[in-house]
């Protein structure tokens, strides 16, 4: 969702363009450019849906040292 409003100034533009009052269509350019940004987008939301880490519900625990003095990176516990 937030992708489509992001494109959405673009898809304004576009539509001024071919709703003008001389009429023509947008740019071929223009509309394959949206037509693979909305695809990159749906493609990365998708991939962000299915991997199988569960975050939603966790607790947000920050970068700290380990016993050893190394450094253990942030991480989500718990989960649902």
Known sequence: ??????LLP???WLL???????????????????A???????AAALF???TDEDVVGGVY???SLGPDGRVLPSRIEGGR
């Open 16 to 34: 001024w363009r071919w709703l003008r009052p001389e009429g023509g269509r947008p740019p071929r350019w223009a509309v394959i450019l949206v």
């Open 48 to 50: 962000v849906r299915l």
């Open 61 to 63: 625990v920050p970068p």
């Open 1 to 6: 969702m937030a992708i489509l409003l992001l």
């Open 36 to 42: 693979v940004a909305v695809t990159i987008g749906g």
């Open 10 to 12: 673009l898809l304004a």
